[in-house]
């Protein structure tokens, strides 16, 4: 479980704060999702839990372990991360989840890192593209890939900044679909970012909005409303259902 407790941040002790006592927990296998304007604090808020970015104050716990004690490569053992600008190299799927083992093993790979990475490839159905250069293939493609070196880490908690961004329709579908498999198969918890709101309601269960450097609200679908979207994004929204199911619709 994490769990984050009064966090705050700020760039200097005369900057305004950036994070701004942020508290929120999210267990293990449950899909949080993260929204809120850009400039609102979600980085940050990734960096610190990420520990790219040392928060001024608060506490970071993970299975109740301090995260803000750990080293880089402790924390990358528990934590994985999945970013929206994804970078490879000219290396094949195969090494390139590989990478993901790193926390893991000292200057070379052993036994258990190659069973680890086969076996993800395997799960993930891109066992057939082991051989293949990472930068032949297509966004949907590359975007699994990302997962995978991801989950090689073996993490109990996986990040993802807008994880669908700049992908078609269906790699969006496809990725969703993953993301969703991954958290239960393997009680992953996931916290991700999504610009798209009708994405959020179909692949989280919790909601953290964020504005101003705070969580302004967070609850499950049902707190999804009309008036909290006006007051995180300035925009009006009609909430219906269509066939069972919410729909978000700009005005």
């Known amino acids: 479980m994490l769990e984050i407790k009064d966090l705050t941040f700020r760039y200097s002790s005369q900057a305004p704060s950036v994070l701004d006592g942020v508290s929120l927990t999210l267990p293990g296998g449950e899909i949080g999702i993260l929204l809120g304007k850009n400039g609102s604090g979600k980085t940050t808020l990734f960096k610190t839990v990420l520990g790219i970015e040392k928060p001024s104050s608060g506490s970071l716990l993970f299975g109740g372990e301090d995260l803000l004690k750990m080293s880089r490569r402790e924390r990358a053992k528990r934590i994985a991360y999945v970013p929206q600008d994804i970078c490879f190299g000219a290396l094949s799927v195969y090494d390139t989840v590989l990478t993901g083992r790193i926390a893991h093993f000292g200057l070379a790979s052993g036994k258990e890192d190659e069973a680890v990475t086969e076996r993800v490839l395997e799960d993930m159905g891109l066992a057939g593209f082991a051989g293949r250069n990472v ?44 993301i969703r498999r991954v958290a239960k198969e393997k009680h992953i918890a996931v916290l991700t970012s999504l610009h798209d ?6 692949l989280g269960e919790h909601f953290f909005f964020m504005k101003a450097g705070k969580i302004a609200y967070e609850g499950g679908a049902e707190m999804i409303t009309e008036n909290v979207i006006r007051d995180i994004f300035d925009a009006d929204v009609r909430i219906m259902d269509i066939e069972k199911k919410r729909v978000i619709i700009k005005e």
């Open 197 to 202: 709101l009708n994405e959020a309601l179909a």
């Open 135 to 178: 930068e032949e293939l297509s966004g949907g493609e590359r975007q699994k890939i990302a997962i995978a070196r991801a989950l090689a880490q073996e993490p109990k908690l996986l990040i993802f900044d807008e994880p669908t961004a700049n992908l078609d329709i269906a790699n969006e579908q496809l990725i969703l679909s993953e």
